[in-house]
Every structure is written in structure tokens, then in C-alpha cells.
């Protein structure tokens, strides 16, 4: 076993180089993870916006004064002089996004039931306005209603009703069917996961292929009386060792971190499926120490392919945010397919057979990428190994 | 016979690197493969240690052939590689511990073996060392130590003293002769012919992958017509007295230039003496006066019509 051991010395060796980089990567992931939670919050509890409009009142009646109190919560009012000239340049310069006109007799049309129509004149394509459609439909498809079915309502007793009714602003509550929210902080260290864990093995390994396929010493192991196979499985198997271990230490240090969901089924999963992808990555740093023969280039490569197959596989940013033509690229890469198999698995609720056969299909396409990656590169060195 | 070689052919593409080159090596001998830059020394050990392929030719050693899975075979050679193959990140005791462990399993067995060997290349205060700290010099030792330390039958050394100080490189000679003395094989490969000529008990000079000639030291020289060489460095030699000493008994060539008087004289004789007589006779001044028996360059100068350094 001494090109085991030889492997593990080198490691050793060069130790405390990787470990700044564990350490680094958890730092940045830990941080970046929060951050994100942080921003899923704030964007589930929304408030709108308030949009800026110009009301052009021509009267003053207790129906209207109503309504723009109500409008009030979703927008602030602009005073535009009632000039044709200087309300298109409001719209164009954006000072307002819309123009709301309540004309002369508006309020005696309306109790009348009456069909009557407010004048608006907006910016197109505004999504701002949408809020304030929904407000002015809101108010006067409620008033309406009363208007319809309360004969001889007064104006005042309209506003009344309208104000208690609307007061109540109903509380939402989104549970999408399966789906739970608490791993997604887990669910996001582990795809930012990826890209450490990449980086570190290709490290790793290359720093072992490089002394292992240095011309002058192969030649010189060559003359010993172990055999190349040997010499190979050997090899191979101190790489497995390293992607373990540092595989163990950046997902214990990850859980120490998150540990409150430690008996989750999901981190359960989820750990696995990073064990997966590191056998996966271990098959690509094998490959990339095969083809490329120096430290520089082997830094150079592991940056393109590292940042490359992370960013366009949604590790940074969310798959939904890519766009379908980049990411029928990326489903190329494992990545991707590691990406997707830990974003379903922070979905899921139940742990059954039919649940879990997705994440499952995931990880064997991970596991196929690793197995090519091996083949082809031991492909190579079979081309290679004999010297002409 | 340790090592019979037979009709050994190697091409690198357009470049005949081996020409039909055949020795045997006798179990005991120091043997001396000489040639100058790119003869094929280098190719000629590859090929025996089966680490390179060969277009012909048949290779055996301790009387089976040699091949890539030879391992009984391997077990028993040390290599000490032209190229220095150590690990940048092994302590050269560490380094010396993974070679010997390549051959040998047992764990105290091997401290002695590597301890012995520290003790033979004279790497005592430099054992924690990485390789990048130690000079040139000190790296070819380790280079050797790690070679030799598992006691092989059979040890190749393929230019081991390059760029190494004349003191550690008399250190490393004397060294291998003590390693040919406790029962060791030596296949010895160099450039420089006085080292051949110290240690080497029989010798092959090969130039551009060809055997030029094979033998001892002496019989290699006795191949030539060339005898004993004698230089008198003098400013005032007349081409008449130059003449005179022509006609001397056995000499067979008088060169005068750059002020020095060159006498080259026949196998078998010595005439010193006569030229010392003619000189004090004639009364010339002269400044040194020095005679040299043939060397090996001589040898290849004779042969191939070229010298063997640059
Ligand atoms: N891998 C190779 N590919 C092509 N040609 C090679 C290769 N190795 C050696 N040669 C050529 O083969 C010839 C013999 O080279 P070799 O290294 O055996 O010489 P050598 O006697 O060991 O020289 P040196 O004293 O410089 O070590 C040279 O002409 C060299 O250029
Ligand atoms: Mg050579």
C-alpha cells in the first residue's frame, strides 16, 4: 500500500491549503444562504408598493371622497394642474403612472344605477397600475352592489358599509399541496454546496495526478516489482479517500451549521444526494488531472468548469430564474441534475416510493456522469500508458 | 549472465536510436556503457527495464526474458534513473522509505535498508529534508539512495554523477565499487570516460545506437595503433630538429603548434627517454614536458574520427 500511503501523505501535505478553502466556501455559503432566506421571506410578506397617480375630482361628494380614501392606501396623489398639456407630461415623464377623472354627475349616474364610467388615462403596460385597477374595481363593483340590492341607500350609509367591508384586508396564506418551506435555507446551502465541493476535489486530485503522472516517476515505479494495476486501484483508491473525507468534513460542518433540521427526512436526503455528486465530482477532477499536465492550467480549468457548469446549473440562482435554452444546456452537466434533485427533495413531505422516484432518477443520472467521466478517463490513459 | 541483449532495434520516428546493439553482462562486473550526448545510452537501459517498447530484438536478465510483468525479475534490479524521480513531498528519508517499500514488505527490515542506505550516499544530516531544499549534488545522492537501498542483484545507473562536485562524485564511485564488492551487478552508464576507465570492468562505447567497440580498459586500448603521447612545450623548435625527431626509432607522428612539440609514438613502445636525450643534447628550452598514454577518447577519436566531448 504505498502508493496509498503515498497519497495520503500528499494530502497531508498539503492539508491546510485545502482546509482554507473549506473554510472559505462554508463562510461565503453560510452568508450567501441566510441572505437568500432572508430575501425569500421579505418577498412571501409583501406590501405594495404605493404608485403615484393624478385624481382629477370635478365633485365633492361623500361616495367620492370614499373612494379616494381608498385609494389612498395604494396610491399617493400627485396635483397636476387639469391642463391637457401638462398631464401628458406628467405620464411621460413618469411623474404619475395614471390619470383618474371622475367627471361632473358621476355620483348621481352611479346611485342611480346608471351605467358610469371613469376616465383613466395610464401609462401602458404598467404593472403599478394593476393595483390601482384592482382598487377602483374593488370599490365601486362593492358599491354597486349595495346600490343594486339596498333600494334608497344614502350616500353616507354606502360609504359606511363600503369602509367596513373593505377594512378587512383578507390574509393570504400560500401552502402549495406537499410543499414546506423550512429546508429551503438547507436546500440552498447545498446546491451553493456544489461549487466548493467541486473546486476542492479537483484541487485535490489534481494535485495527486499531477505527481502521479509525472513522466520520471512513473517510469520509475514502473521499474518496481508491483504491478501498473495495482499501482492504479491503489491510486484511485486514495483519490476516493480524499473525495470522503472531504466530502465528510464540508457536509458535517454544513449540518453543524443548519443543525436544527439534522433528522429531517429532507436533510437526510439531502446529504445523500451530496454524497452522490461527490463521487461525481471525483470522476471529473479524475478526468480534468488526465487531460491537463500543469498546476497553472489545472487552476485555470477548475475555475471555467467549476463557475461554468455552477452558474448555468442554478446553484448560484434559482433554475426558474435561468432561462429554458441555457439550462437544456446545463441539464448536460451533473450539476444541474444535482441542482434539481435537492430542490425536489426540500419539496417534498412524504417519503414514499412514488415521491422519492424522481430525486432517485436524479441521482442515477448523476452517478452515470460520474461512471462516464471515470471510463473516459481511464480510456486515456490507456491510450497513453505505452510510450512509443 | 545477468543481462544478454541481442539485436536491440529501437526507432523513434525517423530517429534510429538503437541500431542491432547486442552485450551480455557477467554476473560481478562493473559494466561501463559509454557514449557521448544522444547515442542512446538512456534508450538502450529503458529498453532493459522494458519501460519503452522496442521495434527488435531479444532482452533476458538472470536468464529469463524481460518483460513489463517480469516482476520476479524487477524485484531484483535497482534503478537509479538519469532524470531525478523523487517525491517533492516526501522528507528524502521518506522518499527512500516509499522506494525500498516498492520491494520490500517488512517494516524493520526496511528502517535498517534505509538507514544503510542514508549511511551509503552520506545523506545523514539532510534525512528530514524535502528534495526542493536540497543542491543539485545532494539530490542525485538521493536519487541513488533511493535506487539501491532494497540490496538488488542487479543495480543500473544511468549518468548518476551529473552536475555533482568532484569530491561527492569520487564519494559515489567508490561507492558503487563497494556495492560491486558486497556482490551487486553494475550496469554503468556515462559521458565522461575517465569515470568509465576508474570503475568499470569491462566497457561499451556506443555512438548513434551502434556498438563502436566492446572489451577492458586495456584491451579496449590495445585496439588502437596509438601508443604513448608526449607533449614538450617549447618556443624554439626548429623544423629541422623537428625532422630529426621524425626519424627517431617508433614514433610515429610530430605535430608542432601553438608552441607545444606533440610526439605520438607506436603501440608497444616508450620513448621518453629517447626524446628526453634528443632534447638535452640539442640544447632547446622547453617549459614542461609530459607524457599520457591513450585514453579512451582516443579510442572513440580513433574510431569514429570524432571526439567523444564536445
Ligand atoms: N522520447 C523520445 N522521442 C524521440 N526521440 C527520442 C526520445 N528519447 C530519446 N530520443 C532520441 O534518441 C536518441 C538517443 O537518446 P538517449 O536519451 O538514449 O541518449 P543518451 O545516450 O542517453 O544521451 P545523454 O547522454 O544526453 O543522456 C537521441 O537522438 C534522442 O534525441
Ligand atoms: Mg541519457
Redesign the interface.
Known amino acids: 500500500m ?1 502508493v496509498f500511503k ?1 497519497c495520503i ?2 494530502i497531508n ?2 492539508k491546510y491549503l485545502l482546509l482554507v478553502y473549506v473554510v472559505i466556501f462554508l463562510v461565503i455559503s453560510f452568508t450567501l444562504s441566510l441572505t437568500a432566506v432572508r430575501e425569500m421571506e421579505t418577498s412571501t410578506s409583501f406590501k405594495p408598493a404605493k404608485t403615484e397617480i393624478a385624481l382629477i375630482n370635478e365633485e365633492n361628494t361623500p361616495l367620492i371622497n370614499g373612494f379616494r380614501a381608498e385609494l389612498a392606501k395604494v396610491a399617493t396623489f400627485v396635483d397636476i394642474p387639469d391642463e391637457t398639456e401638462a398631464l401628458q407630461d406628467a405620464l411621460y415623464f413618469r411623474q404619475v403612472s395614471c390619470i383618474i377623472r371622475i367627471p361632473q354627475g358621476f355620483t348621481e349616474k352611479f346611485m342611480n344605477g346608471e351605467n358610469v364610467q371613469l376616465g383613466k388615462i395610464s401609462i401602458p403596460n404598467s404593472i403599478r397600475n394593476v393595483y390601482i385597477d384592482l382598487c377602483i374595481d374593488k370599490y365601486f363593483n362593492t358599491a354597486r352592489l349595495y346600490v343594486q340590492n339596498m333600494n334608497g341607500i344614502t350616500q353616507q350609509e354606502l360609504v359606511q358599509y363600503l369602509k367596513k367591508d373593505l377594512y378587512d384586508t383578507t390574509s393570504v396564506e400560500m401552502i402549495a399541496k406537499g410543499e414546506k418551506t423550512s429546508v429551503t435555507n438547507l436546500n440552498y446551502f447545498f446546491n451553493l454546496f456544489a461549487y466548493p465541493m467541486l473546486s476542492i476535489i479537483i484541487l485535490g486530485m489534481s494535485t495527486l495526478m499531477l ?1 502521479f503522472n ?1 513522466k ?2 512513473k ?9 501498473s494495476t495495482n499501482i492504479s486501484m491503489q491510486f484511485v483508491l486514495g483519490n476516493l479517500t480524499f473525495t470522503f473525507v472531504s466530502w465528510l468534513i464540508m457536509v458535517l460542518s454544513c449540518l453543524l451549521l443548519n443543525f436544527k433540521s439534522i433528522f429531517d427526512f429532507n436533510t437526510v436526503f439531502l446529504v445523500i444526494s451530496s454524497f452522490v455528486f461527490a463521487f461525481c465530482c471525483s470522476g471529473i477532477s479524475f478526468l480534468i488531472g488526465n487531460l491537463v499536465k500543469s498546476k497553472d492550467a489545472i487552476t485555470a480549468v477548475n475555475n471555467v468548469v467549476t463557475l461554468g457548469m455552477c452558474f448555468i446549473s442554478g446553484v448560484f440562482v434559482p433554475q426558474e430564474a435561468i432561462g429554458s435554452s441555457v439550462l437544456k444546456i446545463a441539464s448536460f452537466m451533473p450539476t444541474y441534475w444535482y441542482v434539481k434533485a435537492n430542490n425536489t427533495i426540500a419539496k417534498l413531505t412524504r417519503f414514499t416510493l412514488d415521491t422519492v422516484k424522481p430525486v432517485l432518477y436524479d441521482f442515477l443520472i448523476i452517478i452515470a456522469f460520474g461512471l462516464a467521466f471515470f471510463s473516459v478517463s481511464l480510456a486515456i490513459r490507456k491510450k497513453y500508458r ?3 | 549472465m545477468v543481462v544478454k541483449v541481442k539485436d536491440l532495434v529501437k526507432r523513434y520516428r525517423d530517429i534510429l536510436a538503437l541500431d542491432h546493439l547486442s552485450f551480455s553482462i557477467n554476473e560481478g562486473e562493473v559494466f561501463g556503457l559509454l557514449g557521448p550526448n544522444g547515442s542512446g545510452k538512456t534508450t538502450a537501459i529503458n529498453c532493459i527495464l522494458s519501460l519503452l517498447k522496442y521495434d527488435r530484438g531479444e532482452i533476458w536478465i538472470f536468464g529469463q526474458p524481460m518483460r513489463p510483468d517480469a516482476y520476479d525479475i524487477k524485484r531484483n534490479i535497482g534503478i537509479v534513473m538519469q532524470n531525478i524521480a523523487v517525491y517533492n513531498e516526501l522528507t528524502a528519508y521518506q522518499n527512500i522509505d516509499y522506494f525500498c517499500g516498492l520491494y520490500v514488505k517488512d517494516k524493520n527490515q526496511r528502517k535498517k535498508l534505509v538507514n544503510e542506505a542514508i549511511e551509503f550516499v552520506g545523506l545523514g544530516e539532510f534525512t528530514k529534508f524535502y528534495p526542493r531544499k536540497l543542491s543539485g549534488g545532494l539530490l542525485r545522492r538521493l536519487n541513488i539512495a533511493c535506487g539501491i537501498a532494497h540490496k538488488p542483484k542487479l543495480i543500473i545507473l544511468d549518468e548518476p554523477t551529473v552536475a555533482v562536485d568532484p569530491q561527492s562524485r569520487n564519494k559515489i564511485l567508490e561507492g558503487i565499487l563497494e556495492l560491486n564488492k558486497q556482490g551487486a551487478t553494475i550496469i554503468y552508464t556515462s559521458h565522461y570516460m575517465d569515470e568509465v576507465e576508474q570503475i568499470c570492468s569491462r566497457i561499451l562505447i556506443i555512438d548513434k545506437g551502434r556498438e563502436i567497440a566492446t572489451g577492458t580498459k586495456d584491451e579496449l586500448k590495445a585496439m588502437i595503433s596509438l601508443g604513448e603521447k608526449i607533449t614538450v612545450e617549447s618556443y624554439s623548435i626548429t623544423e629541422k630538429q623537428i625532422s630529426a625527431i621524425k626519424k627517431l626509432p617508433g614514433i610515429t607522428s610530430v605535430d608542432y603548434k601553438n608552441n607545444a612539440l606533440i610526439i605520438k609514438s607506436g603501440k608497444g613502445t616508450n620513448n621518453l627517454e629517447t626524446v628526453l636525450d634528443f632534447i638535452r643534447k640539442e640544447n632547446i628550452h622547453f617549459g614542461r614536458i609530459y607524457s599520457e598514454m591513450p585514453t579512451l577518447n582516443d579510442v572513440f577519436l580513433e574510431i569514429t574520427g570524432k571526439e567523444l566531448r564536445d
Open positions: 504505498q503515498l501523505k500528499v501535505k498539503n505527481i509525472d520520471d516517476l517510469m520509475r515505479n514502473s521499474c518496481s516489482p508491483i504491478s505505452s510510450y512509443t
